[in-house]
């Protein structure tokens, strides 16, 4: 949660630096991380992807699984990350996207700022990477995490689209996953997957349409990446 987040600027935060390395002290210590759309080609590769409703708003969203209990991220491991991508939602912190004007009903792409969170762990006066360079100009690294802000800010409606045609479908299915660690077994509720029975039934129009749109393939990986389930149990049965 950013509670505190201002508007950065070059006088005020010049001589600030982001810690960028791996740990549960800067905030990775979450065991579900939001995800757009835009970055499941990544991040099948290395996670278990699943939706799950919005406890405010009810509605479904995208995350990628990092652990089974709250605080828990096994990819997070002797201070690296046990993955070739690491989810846009941390790698942003402490930045995000706000309105300049916040009196704005209808915002566009220039009227939006970055914000940062002054008091999130990362940010720091000697350790990291710089976020402006010695003219005060933007460093490297802030128009990269501008770059990922932007994604995941189109990325969140391509998304909202991607699920709400799902639903339309009924692709969405709630389901269950039943873990035995040391001999109990456990049961993890809350997440909801692909309806692979709904999803063979759908006409040849719906399919099409579908494919078309890239959703089937999302799909498809979506359903392929729940193969790293096993993954995580391994590893937590080594901790």
């Not at 065991?31 to 991040?43: G, R, S, T």
Request: charged share 20%.
């Amino acid at each position: 949660m950013m509670t505190k987040a201002t508007l950065l600027d070059k006088k005020i935060h010049a001589n600030l630096f982001i810690n960028t390395s791996v740990g549960h002290e800067f905030g990775d210590n979450i065991n579900y991380i939001p995800i757009v759309a835009d970055e499941l080609k990544q991040l099948v590769l290395d996670y278990p992807v699943y939706f799950m409703k919005n406890s405010q708003t009810g509605q479904f969203e995208l995350f990628a699984l990092t652990g089974f209990t709250a605080g828990q991220n096994l990819f997070v491991h002797q201070g690296e990350w046990r993955a070739q991508h690491i989810p846009l939602h941390i790698k942003r912190q402490p930045f995000k996207l706000g309105l300049r004007d916040n009196s704005l009903t209808e915002a566009t792409d220039n009227d939006l700022a970055v914000l940062i969170d002054e008091e999130h762990p990362r940010v720091n006066s000697d350790t990291g990477e710089r976020i402006f360079d010695e003219q005060g100009e933007p460093s490297a690294y802030l128009n990269s995490v501008c770059e990922q802000l932007m994604t995941l800010m189109h990325g969140n409606k391509r998304t909202n689209a991607f699920i709400n045609t799902l639903l339309q479908h009924e692709l969405i299915e709630a389901v269950q996953l039943s873990l035995t660690q040391h001999g109990e077994k456990q049961t993890y509720t809350g997440l909801y997957a692909i309806n692979e029975q709904a999803l063979v039934e759908l006409s040849t129009d719906a399919l099409k349409s579908l494919h078309e749109m890239g959703y089937l393939q999302a799909c498809y990986m979506i359903i392929a990446a729940t193969g790293h389930i096993q993954k995580l149990l391994n590893w937590q049965s080594e901790a």
